[in-house]
Nanobody, 125 residues
Framework: QVQLVESGGGLVQTGASLRLSCAAS????????MGWFRQASGKEREFVAA????????DYADSVKGRFTISRDNAKNTGYLQMNSLKPEDTAVYYC??????????????????WGQGTQVTVSS
């Protein structure tokens, strides 16, 4: 099974940037759709961004479009989420996930078989 580990979260001020990393345990990650989701305290997990296995297609939630950039380096078995212009409403636990299903379902949490443990992002105002 693919194991995923997120890192790079932290406590920052409004307007700051963070880069999250998602390290996969094996090279089969390179054939998977990678997604980022977040879950704020007391709220449901929501879609943030996704990228196809080759990186040719990406998608973002409207709330982060223009501020966040998803990318991946399959040679390093690692995915990334660059977060700029952070806002307090971005505060959440961020999870990376891998799916071996269809790209058309990339916004659905149940499409993803493998999940990381999450990394906390807190943005103060």
């Amino acid at each position: 099974q693919v194991q995923l580990v997120e890192s790079g979260g932290g406590l920052v001020q409004t307007g700051a940037s963070l880069r999250l990393s998602c390290a996969a345990s094996e090279r089969t990650f390179g054939s998977a759709t990678m997604g980022w989701f977040r879950q704020a305290s007391g709220k449901e997990r929501e879609f943030v961004a996704a990228i196809t296995w080759a990186g040719g297609s990406t998608d973002y939630a409207d709330s982060v479009k223009g501020r966040f950039t998803i990318s991946r380096d399959n040679a390093k078995n690692t995915g990334y989420l660059q977060m700029n212009s952070l806002k307090p409403e971005d505060t959440a636990v961020y999870y990376c996930a891998a799916a071996f299903g269809r790209w058309t379902a990339h916004k659905a949490t149940d499409e993803y078989r493998y999940w990381g443990q999450g990394t906390q992002v807190t943005v103060s105002s």
